[in-house]
Nanobody, 122 residues
Framework: QVQLVESGGGLVQAGGSLRLSCAAS????????IGWFRQAPGKEREGVSY???????YYANSVKGRFTISKDNALNMVYLQMNSLRPEDTAMYYC????????????????WGQGTQVTVSS
């Protein structure tokens, strides 16, 4: 069974940085697309960034120029480097995997992690 485990969240001041990690197991990133999503209390879940198995990248406008997604296929890890963090970035962050990039874009992924909390103080 596909498993995803996020880590790296925490409390940081505005302007600071965090790097989230997503450890994938029981499947290979060679054939899966990975997305990072976030959900703040009282708000809908939104897509933040994705990386396809062919290394195509996507960023939401709200994070362009501040966040960078990357992966290490050998380690089966996906990362989200978050710089210049803002209070509005506060949310639970999830990674998700799907073979279909359309499902990543739609947020209807087959596999989800449990999430890691990011809190940015002003």
């Amino acid at each position: 069974q596909v498993q995803l485990v996020e880590s790296g969240g925490g409390l940081v001041q505005a302007g600071g940085s965090l790097r989230l990690s997503c450890a994938a197991s029981r499947f290979t990133l060679d054939y899966y697309n990975i997305g990072w999503f976030r959900q703040a209390p009282g708000k809908e879940r939104e897509g933040v960034s994705y990386i396809s198995f062919t290394d195509d990248l996507y960023y939401a406008n709200s994070v362009k120029g501040r966040f960078t997604i990357s992966k290490d296929n050998a380690l089966n890890m996906v990362y989200l480097q978050m710089n210049s963090l803002r209070p509005e970035d506060t949310a639970m962050y999830y990674c998700a995997a799907d073979r279909d990039i359309g499902r990543i874009l739609a947020g209807h992924c087959d596999h989800w992690g449990q999430g890691t909390q990011v809190t940015v103080s002003s």
